[in-house]
């Protein structure tokens, strides 16, 4: 069987087949895509037959997938947005300031025009703001308290779609500020997680009692994490 008599089989739903120097056959459903590593010279039959034990196993990822980018925040007057854990209601008012302010369980937006891409904009711009002032406060904190203050280099933000955090070898930490929408405590887990690498660079059993020494419920908030992070995702260019 060839490779496009393979795609065009019976099966449910497209993929994409990436043959390389592996033992192996293995599927991934990411970002809604079906990825395929095969062995160089494995038979179109053999993945064939592959895929289709798998069917109902992707089929569910898919549609997990697909639930998910459904959940996906839309910044807009009168909808919710959570902040530190906490729903805050939008409430756009139209003036000649630009800015955001937050009060109690509202978020106020002052805006010159309600233009939904300036919305967002404004939004990732505030939520930036706020994880600057707290995320590096904090990691510093952390990095004190576990004595490793001298392997510290600095805060970065970025927003990769992979991992909210990331410790580099010359001390640098870098977060996901859409984490700050995410509860306190989840936020403490992740700058606990990322300031322990400073001291084990790795997952080890070490690293995790280092994460314990700061957060001794880190299992329950990495689930929580792993569980609740993608209703943080918001489709914006900054
Ligand atoms: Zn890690």
Known sequence: MTLAALKSSSLPFPFELTRSRRKTLVVYVKGGKVEVRSPLRASSEWILSFLTDKSPWIQTQLEVQRLKQRERLIIADNRFVPFLGQPRLIQVIIGTQQKVV?????????????????????????????????????????????????????????????????????????????????????????????????????????????????????????????????????????
Not at 132 to 154: C, D, P, S, W
Not at 168 to 175: F, K, L, P, R
Not at 211 to 236: D, I, M, Q
């Open 102 to 238: 937050l009060h109690d369980e509202y978020l106020y937006f002052f805006v010159r025009e309600t233009h939904r891409g300036k919305l967002e904009q404004l939004f990732n711009n505030w939520l930036l703001q706020q994880a600057k002032e707290y995320m590096a406060t904090q990691t510093i904190k952390y990095a004190r308290l576990l004595g490793v203050e001298h392997k510290f280099k600095n805060v970065v933000f970025r927003r990769t779609k992979s991992k909210w955090g990331h410790c580099c070898q010359d001390g640098t930490i870098q977060y996901n500020w859409l984490a700050m929408m995410a509860p306190r405590d989840v936020i403490n887990y992740l700058i606990a997680h990322e300031t322990s690498h400073l001291k084990h660079l790795n997952h080890s059993a070490k690293f995790w009692n280092t994460v314990a020494l700061l957060c001794p419920n880190y299992k329950e908030l990495r689930h929580w994490l792993g569980e609740n992070g993608h209703r943080f995702w918001v489709e914006t260019k900054t």
